[in-house]
């Protein structure tokens, strides 16, 4: 299983609401993150995870809370979010964490904040 | 610091027509890691290359051939023959020795016209 999945694909969410976004790989890999793209942009590096615990947090605001529950599965929760976190957020993984490793992404999540 | 610079915003070819997509990048790392990625309209990046900084030979696979030269600081990837299937937005990237952080550069959008 060479797949990254996301779920949900789609989510519309009000200001107010508390909502997940799911993240799993089966391929056995130990580093998985987060990004954020927005349109006709580039990934932006959110968080990264190796071997379960919190490697990198670039700066993103408390309202993102990320969570690595065992070493497939990587959450991303959301709360209070503002009508310009409506983006695309993928998820990737790769072997580890050193420089030389691809990275394998999810299809993403589109959310759209209203 | 460390920079990707895609110049080339949209490209736009006919069918059959070759197609170069150009990469610069900037880094003080003697040893990195460079990167192609494509992101197909269903949204998840797939991996194409990696070059290793000490590894300048040209590889070519199928249709597609990549050109990386220390000299000018350069990464460049060619299709040859488009198809339409080719179109996409490409994403040239890089990570230092040190993994945790791949950069991207912007982006090129190619269509490739029946």
């Known amino acids: 299983d060479t797949e990254v999945t996301q779920t949900p694909k789609h989510l519309v969410m009000g200001m107010t609401n508390k909502k997940s976004l799911k993240c799993e790989q089966h391929?056995?890999?130990?580093?998985m993150y987060w990004y954020k793209q927005k349109a006709k942009k580039p990934p932006e590096l959110m968080f990264v995870?190796?071997?379960?615990?919190?490697?990198i947090n670039e700066s993103v605001p408390s309202r993102f809370s990320p969570e690595c529950p065992n070493s497939s599965l990587l959450n991303l929760h959301l709360h209070a979010l503002q009508p310009e976190d409506s983006a695309l957020y993928l998820c990737?993984?790769?072997?580890?964490?050193?420089?030389?490793?691809?990275?394998?992404f999810g299809p993403g999540t589109r959310l759209t904040v209203l | 610091a460390q920079k990707v610079t895609q110049a080339q915003t949209e490209i736009s070819v006919v069918e059959k027509e070759d197609v170069t997509l150009d990469c610069v990048y900037e880094?003080?790392?003697?040893?990195?890691?460079l990167f192609w990625y494509k992101q197909p309209p269903s949204g998840e990046l797939v991996f194409l290359i990696r070059?290793?900084?000490?590894?300048?030979q040209n590889e070519i696979s199928g249709r597609y051939s990549w050109n990386f030269q220390k000299s000018t600081s350069s990464f460049n990837f060619t299709i040859t023959a488009s198809q339409v299937v080719d179109s996409a937005v490409y994403f040239c990237?890089?990570?230092?020795?040190?993994?945790?952080?791949?950069?991207f550069g912007a982006g090129t959008r190619l269509f490739v016209k029946a």
């Open positions: 990737a993984s790769s072997t580890g964490l050193a420089g030389y490793n691809e990275q394998f």
């Open positions: 391929m056995g890999h130990r580093a």
């Open positions: 995870y190796s071997y379960e615990k919190l490697s």
């Open positions: 880094t003080r790392d003697t040893t990195y890691y």
């Open positions: 070059r290793n900084s000490f590894d300048e």
């Open positions: 990237a890089l990570s230092g020795s040190g993994g945790f952080k791949t950069i």
